[in-house]
């Protein structure tokens, strides 16, 4: 079953922990309490004890695996605590164990997001104001409206994450991360659009109409059926640069106490500093899975939508998931306050809808899609029982597709753009049937035979995994 495939995966961290303390790689141990008296955090370096407000650990195994773990509980002290300082104390708790590895991704980060120093004054200045637009919604309306009062539990964990960063630092006497580094670092996806929309000139054609020049998509993701429904598997293939290569793949597990939460565990591969995937991929305790992958705004009239007054991609994405119990909350959720920015597919998969062996229930696969100004999605349930879903930075609905200038790129410059011709839509169609197990998906998620591969055309990053550093210059 998918869900005992999942706790595999999950017995092989814990095996893999074990093998890596046993050769001396390091696992970073703590716990934090709260002091509701001098409204203060009391850490507790190299133990973890259950009684605490959050504990956790981290286990840096990067140069072994690729990966570093972090697993945080919160919530579940002999005090109890509010959920906004449960929240605060997660966040603390991670920034603390992190720390490290924050001040190195955001040296590395920095530079491939910021590439003219001119964007920082207008990025700062939309920051500072979307931040205070947040901050002062959460005040006025917490009390009225739930979506509200979780916008403020996120809002929490953050100031949590760069209180503990801000800890280590100190204890370690470095200059401790700006609160705009902090920011800069969960903005990541959303200033793929952001940057673009507060700099039009940038990326955009000459001539008549305002489209941008057509760059790499980021991401392929596969949902693949067994024909007898026996299996359900969900991959992802992260496309991003050598710089982000800091993986965290991250366990939370907070009780939190409001109505309106359908979760607050959470298993979802992340960087460090991030309070989201950004990939996206998510396990939910809510019975729900998420994936997504990148789509592009060539039309840029669009980012005269974009406006400082919203919520960000991923602050949307962090609310949707804790709150919604089926794909349709999830994108109801997801579609309130839309920034623009960040500009996705997402899919839900409902465990609870998929019965192994006997049927695949509608609103099993919801499809999210969206740009400046709309969010459409739809059930694609009956498109997954046909066997698969393909994902590859094109949109699906056609109205998405329509306004983001897609159809206007694929007449200027070819099949790259069309959903259905795409060289990773043929690729997914001509070799999806030959996926059975979890080795031939890691296969095809890792597929780039570029030079032999017909529908590559030579090109490294027409395929399912991208190799853009392989490219001819």
């Not at 955090?41 to 259950?50: P, S, W």
């Not at 409001?258 to 809510?286: E, K, N, V």
């Amino acid at each position: 079953m998918a869900l005992m495939r999942v706790k595999r995966e999950f017995l092989l961290i814990l095996i893999g922990l074990a093998t890596a303390s046993t050769q001396n790689y390091q696992i970073k141990e703590a716990t934090v309490y709260w002091d509701a008296a001098q409204k203060s955090v009391i850490l507790k370096e190299g133990v973890l004890e259950k009684e605490g407000g959050a504990y956790g650990y981290y286990n840096n195994t990067l140069t072994l695996t690729g990966w570093g773990v972090l697993e945080i509980q919160a919530g579940y002290g002999e005090i109890p605590t509010s959920d906004e300082t449960t929240s605060f104390l997660a966040g603390y708790l991670e920034g603390f164990l992190t720390a490290k590895q924050m001040f190195n991704h955001y040296t590395n980060i920095y530079p491939q997001m910021i590439k003219d120093e001119k964007i920082l004054e207008p990025l700062k200045d939309f920051m500072t104001k979307q931040d205070y637009w947040t901050r002062e919604q959460v005040k006025l309306r917490r009390n009225s409206d739930t979506l509200w009062l979780h916008v403020g539990l996120i809002l929490a964990q953050l100031d949590g994450l760069h209180a503990g960063a801000a800890h280590w630092a100190k204890s370690h006497q470095q200059e401790p991360l700006s609160m705009f580094a902090v920011q800069l670092l969960n903005e990541v996806g959303d200033l793929l659009d952001l940057i673009p929309a507060l700099t039009p000139r940038l990326n955009v054609s000459r001539g008549p109409g305002r489209f941008r020049l057509p760059v790499m998509g980021h991401c392929s993701a596969l949902i693949k059926v067994m024909p007898g429904f026996e299996n359900l598997l969900f991959a992802h293939s992260s496309w991003f640069n050598y710089a982000s290569t800091m993986r965290i793949y991250k366990h939370w597990d907070f009780r939190l106490t409001g109505t309106h939460i359908a979760t607050g565990r959470m298993s979802f591969s992340s960087y460090p500093g991030i309070l989201t995937s950004l990939d996206d991929f998510y396990l939910l305790g809510s019975g729900l899975l998420m994936t997504q992958t990148t789509n592009s705004v060539f039309n840029t009239s669009l980012y005269t939508l974009v406006t400082p007054h919203s919520l960000l991609a991923w602050q949307r994405v962090r609310l949707a998931n804790v709150m919604a119990h089926t794909g349709n909350q999830w994108a109801d959720i997801f579609s309130k306050y839309n920034s623009g920015t960040y500009n996705s597919q997402y899919m839900l998969l409902d465990m609870s809808k998929v019965l192994l062996g006997r049927s695949i229930k509608d609103g099993a696969l919801t499809v999210v899609e969206q740009i400046p100004g709309l969010v459409l999605h739809s059930d694609q349930t009956q498109a997954l029982r046909q066997g698969y879903w393909p994902s590859y930075n094109v949109p699906f609905h056609a109205e998405i597709y329509n306004r983001s200038g897609y159809g206007v790129m694929w007449r200027k410059h070819g099949e790259d753009f069309s959903y259905d011709l795409c060289p990773r839509a043929k690729i997914f169609r001509r070799d999806q049937a030959g996926v059975t197990d979890l080795a031939s998906l890691k296969h095809i998620m890792r597929y780039n035979n570029y030079k032999k591969e017909p529908y590559s055309q030579g090109h490294p990053c027409k395929t399912i995994c991208c190799r853009n550093d392989l490219r001819l210059k």
